[in-house]
């Protein structure tokens, strides 16, 4: 029998390569033969601490070496990974823990006093913290201390078998579990290795963090190929750029903002940076005016992602990024994408509608949310939220989501066509556009900024702007300089919380 699952890919390295690198984080560097023998070793700690398949095993860490390799333990051994934002606190994570049906947490001495402030109301059995010792916390080493190297004993795990559930970041409401098995994954590993050229020699960096989605589009295809992962810590611009040079990278993810932070250095270039093969753009649309300036840094390197953890995506391949420059590209292949009006009727080419899609990396469900699953997932469609239209050549468009779509005088207003406005503007660094209630037109645009100008004032902006739209019904009412933008642990501006920031202002 044939089974898509993902917990026979670090031994078949193991096997097979055994000498070559596997993964890279600060000091540690080990081969795909060291790194199975650690991941057998905890695969029995967490056997002899109770732990079986399906059992939930989250995570409230930063990146870290234990991190990354509870993903590749959970997966051999068929527990379920959960990873949570080491961000939350007090009743968040009670909810999250708990809807999760935590059986072990794992945490690091940074974050366990947030643990410890609500475990009287948490339901998990097991506590595990990686690096110290603390009363009534298990070691991580000390559990994997007197254990077995070799691989260990395990139920047979098939296809269907959850593999890990990812909680939403919550910028559009409560978080939610989403599901996902041992064949998406699988599919993850053998079509973004396909989409993103990535090969055995491929050397992928990881500067986000491991914990989201996002992650897992280089994650799983550099151990499906059996290439080397280099694991950051955290972003930071200027070692960023140092890591590609060292460890020659050839392939690394970078949301929007981080590629705005490393724009302002000089070297981060492809003549300095010559081994770099792709650089991802995910998480958000990456405004054209920014495009622009990568491109012409990085010529025939720059792909762009645009998708959902619910599982419907869309590439914009390097080889169209300078001609489709607008657009987040097409689906890749087994993937399907429709454009559909608000009774799920597909509208015509270069209609604005939601976005909906399927395909192979489809979640089952969210966990424990039957009727959710059933409004998002219809007739085997994932309805996105997002609003978008395409061309006459398939290429995808994004105009924003519908819960931040803006109606102004009983017209859509597009927060997106604003934004690529206002971002030509020598002064402006970055910008988000939103709604705010206005007693006559119902709604009205706001443009948040920050100005790398300290000449330019919010009535400049405002005024150049409204000069520059063509569209009545766009223009800006109000322009709200910021030095730092709200984002979540993913790099995501949370516009929400802009809107709540500009009201209390």
Not at 19 to 45: D, K
Not at 69 to 74: G, V
Not at 452 to 463: F, G, H, L, Q
Request: glycine share 6%; net charge negative; aromatic share 10%.
């Amino acid at each position: 029998m044939i089974t898509l699952t993902i917990d026979k890919w670090l031994t078949h390295h193991a096997t097979y390569r055994p000498h070559h690198l596997a993964v890279v984080f600060e000091e540690q560097r080990l081969s795909f033969a060291e790194l199975n023998r650690s991941v057998n070793q905890l695969c029995h700690a967490l056997q002899q601490a109770g732990v079986r398949k399906g059992d939930k095993v989250a995570t409230f860490l930063p990146n870290s070496f234990e991190l990354y390799e509870l993903y590749w333990a959970t997966a051999k051994m068929g527990a379920v990974i959960v990873p949570m934002s080491p961000l939350v606190r007090g009743n968040g994570l009670i909810n999250l823990f708990n809807d999760a049906d935590t059986h072990l947490i794992v945490t690091d001495i940074a974050h366990a006093s947030y643990i410890d402030d609500v475990r009287d109301s948490l339901n998990a059995s097991l506590y595990w913290l990686t690096d110290a010792q603390k009363e009534s916390w298990d070691n991580y080493y000390d559990v994997k201390k007197h254990v077995s190297e070799n691989e260990p004993k395990v139920d047979s795990i098939i296809a269907d078998d959850v593999y890990n559930i990812m909680y939403s970041s919550g910028t559009t409401g409560l978080p939610k579990g989403i599901v996902h098995t041992h064949f998406v994954r699988a599919m993850y590993g053998s079509l973004f290795a396909n989409a993103f050229r990535i090969t055995p020699e491929s050397v992928v960096m990881h500067s986000g963090a491991i914990i989201f989605n996002g992650a897992m589009l280089t994650f799983m295809p550099a151990m499906y190929m059996g290439c080397t992962f280099v694991l950051m810590k955290e972003f930071n611009a200027s070692k960023v750029i140092e890591c590609i040079e060292k460890e020659q990278v050839t392939h690394t993810i970078l949301v929007p903002t981080q590629i705005i932070g490393c724009l302002k250095y000089p070297q981060f270039t492809l003549v300095n940076l010559p081994s770099i093969e792709y650089i991802l753009s995910v998480g958000a649309p990456l405004l054209e005016e920014t495009k622009r300036e990568f491109t012409a840094k990085f010529p025939r390197i720059f792909y762009e992602l645009y998708g959902l953890t619910e599982g419907f995506m869309t590439i914009l391949d390097r080889t169209v990024s300078d001609v489709k420059m607008g657009s987040v590209g097409r689906p890749p292949i087994f993937m399907n994408l429709k454009i559909v009006d608000n009774q799920g009727q597909e509208v015509a080419t270069g209609t604005v509608g939601e976005i909906i899609g399927n395909g192979p990396l489809l979640m089952p469900s969210y966990y424990k949310k039957p009727e959710l699953t059933a409004q998002t997932i219809k007739d085997g469609w994932l309805y996105t939220g997002d609003l978008g239209y395409v061309d006459e050549d398939g290429y995808l468009f994004l105009a924003g989501r519908k819960k931040e779509l803006i109606i102004s005088g009983g017209v859509n207003v597009y927060p997106k066509d604003i934004e690529e406005i206002i971002i030509k503007h020598p002064a402006v660094q970055e910008v988000a556009v939103f709604g705010t209630p206005h007693p006559d037109w119902g709604e009205t645009p706001v443009a948040a900024v920050i100005l790398n100008s300290k000449a330019v004032t919010s009535y400049d902006i405002v005024r150049w702007t409204n000069n520059n739209i063509e569209a009545r019904f766009q223009k800006i009412s109000d322009v709200y300089v910021l030095n730092e933008f709200p984002k979540n642990a993913a790099g995501k501006i949370v516009k929400s919380d802009l809107l709540k920031m500009y009201r209390g202002c």
